[in-house]
């Protein structure tokens, strides 16, 4: 190992003043978006901006979690979604055969899920660039295959059937439209502030530096294999988040939840909305399923639609969405002071 | 330079949140506005690598609303389909099925979905309650497993168990006539692979005891090259071969086992060969391959079987699929039950729908049933035959007998601990 083992992230000091009032700044943010979000179905009856929403919320905490790694670490994983589908078949899985309160298969589930992501990570933040996208890809596949040959336990490529319960806890009835609305709403709100504060800490910028030059990040005394496995555990457990989430609005799981398909979205919705900006994978999200929505409800050849979508953004744009929007942005305003 | 318009979200994306915003808003509006009509929606696969599930299943399901909504409709409303693509993957399956009932207004769902995609469909009619006939998945715990009843959802399909009880026992005689002790078998590798074949070779030592099975291949779901198993097979010297392959996996697999001469060494057993996508796409048909009927327009021997089969082909300018009668049945059973209800409300349409029976080209005995304990269908005509390179292709079919298939498969429940 050549990584200097002395000293961590914590010796950093801080990168920006008026941090707290950023922490605050952000805590406020939250809670407005969760006011506006959660008084949606009070203003609208329509369910289908509801289930929208919810399937958003799933995505949303997937893809940004993906950009923790891709976008502030640059660690490129082909294979995220397996922790998506973990935390759908895990949770599943425990609500179907222990029958336990939500809160606790929940909690449960994000353990299952960090053990097996440090496991996982381990081995695979060793690797480089490639190696460590198919690394991870063949992860992906290694759990795909075990949910269809263990068919006895995971009910194999037909999924786990017959419902997931969803018993009644602290008042909160997650087989109630709106009640499963909120939970979600308030689950993304708050993976992404929790999220946004690991990228805003001294340990995001951090692995900023690894990105950038792990080698000098190393020769600093940061242990570079240490901090790629914390954010790769952390990113595991928010896209285990998004796949309960998941979980509970199809009430069921299904292999293709653990499938590279899913793992490829992650990387186009990242494409579409931007690995710069902290919430550039949420624009991405919204915008794949607007997408994937509106064009299917016209069309069957919506490959085609969406492949030449990723094409205006790789070939025209050249970055995603909401980094184009942010360096234009950034543009203007120079040329603004410039005057 | 200073410009009082701010950055924000770009026209294009504008415009596209306009655009679906309006659209979610206008949609119960104009469902409201034509409820004269009554709306049926359908999730199916209708892109990618089974994209035939899905057109046929399409054809099969419009072939059949034609003839209802020119006699009149359905207690005197005119049937609309809505039907979308949910690209095989579950999630989108359950989406699209909820935006149909909540947004587009359907007040039924035809489910064309296969496998994992008819399970989350399921659950989408358990949440919500609505009317759903499930007309293209065959796994047999659909509906055979009580933890999946529930009082609003039927499966007009064929299933699993009762191929494998028939062709279990037509093997047998077979085997028994020409001495044929050992077996292989050759399947595709995920849960109807697996259960399928599991089922198929307990039925033929069932009936035919002293029969061995002496090599297992397990190719991977939509492999492209079969060499491998093909001289594994070759190698292994059985008497005859077991396969559920299907679609484009048995005629790759019938082509390259081909090369090898394969067919006159061995007698195969292929339940899937039956069906017009696989017959008419492999390029040099053997002779004497033993299947079991998916659809074939000479079994069941009636003029209303064929005159049907004849009808659709000159229509879609192709041979209906085993998808396509199941959807037009579907379709049969839904105006059937809605005559005789007299009304198109969902719970009277699910209860009228119970035990149901109705005159059918597909049935057995000119009838098919909706069974009334687990809502499943049974009586449609179920048989095995060989074939011949150029049309009829299948010109005889042995038909199974009912009678012993539901006494085998309420022993199979029991086994399996349904009942």
């Not at chain 1, 509970?248 to 590279?260: I, K, N, Q, R, T």
């Not at chain 2, 190719?219 to 077991?242: H, M, R, S, W």
């Not at chain 2, 005995?365 to 150029?390: N, S």
């Amino acid at each position: 190992m050549t990584e200097l083992e002395a000293g961590g992230a914590e010796r950093l000091a801080p990168v920006r003043n008026g941090t707290a009032l950023h922490r605050y700044r952000d805590v406020l943010i939250a809670l407005i978006a969760f006011a506006v979000l959660a008084s949606l179905p009070l203003l609208t009856g329509s369910k289908a901006l509801l289930d929208f929403v919810i399937r958003c919320s799933a995505y949303g905490l997937f893809a940004t979690s993906l950009n923790l790694l891709v976008g502030y670490t640059g660690l490129t994983s082909f294979g995220h979604g397996m922790f998506f589908g973990l935390g759908a078949y895990s949770y599943g899985l425990i609500m179907q055969k222990l029958g336990v309160p939500i809160p606790v298969a929940f909690v449960a589930t994000l353990v299952i899920t960090a053990a097996v992501a440090a496991v996982i990570g381990a081995i695979c933040v060793r690797l480089k660039e490639i190696y460590f996208a198919f690394v991870t890809l063949a992860f992906q596949m290694l759990i795909h295959s075990t949910i269809l040959s263990w068919a006895s336990f995971t009910g194999g490529d037909q999924g786990l059937r017959g419902g997931i319960p969803r018993p009644v806890f602290l008042g909160i009835d997650l087989a109630n439209h709106v009640h499963l609305y909120v939970a979600s709403c308030a689950l993304l709100i708050l993976g992404l502030l929790a999220m946004h504060q690991i990228a805003q800490s001294p340990f995001g910028y951090t692995l900023r530096m690894i990105r950038d030059n792990a080698a000098r990040a190393s020769f600093l005394g940061i242990d570079v294999w240490r901090a790629k496995l914390t954010v790769f555990v952390l990113a595991a457990l928010f896209a285990a988040m998004g796949g309960m989430v998941m979980a509970l609005f199809v009430s069921g799981a299904y292999p293709e939840f653990a499938y590279w398909t899913i793992s490829g979205e992650g990387i186009f919705i990242n494409m579409l909305g931007g690995v710069s900006t902290f919430l550039g994978p949420m624009v991405g999200t919204v915008l794949l399923l607007l997408l994937n929505d509106t064009v299917t409800r016209f069309t069957e050849y919506h490959g085609i639609v969406l492949g030449i979508v990723i094409l205006f953004f790789a070939l025209g744009l050249r970055k995603g969405l909401l980094d184009f929007v942010a360096e234009w942005y950034a543009h203007r305003r120079d040329a603004g002071e410039g005057r | 330079m200073t410009r009082t318009r701010m950055p924000g979200i770009s026209r294009r994306s504008t415009l596209a949140l306009m655009g679906a915003g309006a659209m979610t808003v206008a949609a119960p509006w104009v469902a409201r506005a034509q409820a004269k009509t009554i709306k049926i929606g359908m999730p199916t696969i209708l892109s990618g690598r089974v994209a035939q599930l899905g057109t046929s299943s399409r054809n099969g399901v419009m072939f059949e609303v034609e003839k209802v909504n020119a006699a009149g409709g359905l207690a005197g409303r005119q049937i609309e389909m809505v039907i979308r693509d949910s690209k095989g993957q579950p999630q989108e399956a359950a989406r699209i099925a909820r935006e149909l009932v909540n947004t587009d207004g359907c007040e039924w769902l035809i489910d064309g979905e296969a496998s994992s995609g008819s399970f989350a469909v399921h659950e989408v009619a358990r949440d919500l309650g609505v009317l759903c006939v499930h007309t293209c998945s065959e796994a047999s715990s659909l509906t055979a497993d009580p933890k999946q009843h529930i009082p609003n959802a039927f499966r007009c399909v064929r299933q699993g168990i009762h191929d494998s009880i028939v062709g279990g026992s037509y093997a047998a005689s077979i085997a028994k006539a020409k001495g044929l002790k050992k077996w292989a078998t050759c399947s595709p590798d995920y849960a109807y692979g697996r259960d399928t074949t599991g089922e198929f070779t307990l039925y033929l030592k069932r009936f035919a005891p002293d029969v061995e099975i002496i090599s297992e291949s397990w190719p991977k779901l939509f492999q492209p090259d079969y060499t491998e198993v093909v001289t594994k097979i070759l190698q292994a010297k059985p008497q005859a071969l077991y396969s559920c392959l299907w679609g484009g996996d048995l005629t790759s697999y019938i082509d390259q086992a081909n090369i090898y001469a394969m067919f006159g060494q061995m007698e195969v057993f292929a339940v899937n060969m039956a069906d017009y996508t696989a017959l008419t796409v492999v390029k040099n048909l053997p002779k004497g391959i033993h299947s079991g009927n998916r659809y074939i327009k000479t079994f069941p021997t009636t003029p209303e079987n064929a005159a049907w089969g004849d009808a659709y082909k000159a229509k879609y300018n192709e041979y209906p699929t085993n998808w396509s009668w199941q959807n037009a049945t579907a379709v049969m059973f839904l105006a059937e039950a809605a005559k005789k209800a007299n009304s198109t409300d969902g719970k009277k349409i699910a209860e009228a729908l119970t035990g149901l029976t109705i005159k059918s080209p597909f049935g057995a005995d000119g009838t098919v049933t909706m069974r009334g304990d687990d809502h499943t269908l049974v009586g449609y005509a179920i048989g095995w035959g060989t074939t011949i390179p150029q049309e009829p292709y299948v010109p005889e079919v042995k038909a199974g007998d009912w009678k012993t298939i539901f006494e085998l498969e309420a022993e199979w429940k029991k086994s399996k601990g349904y009942t």
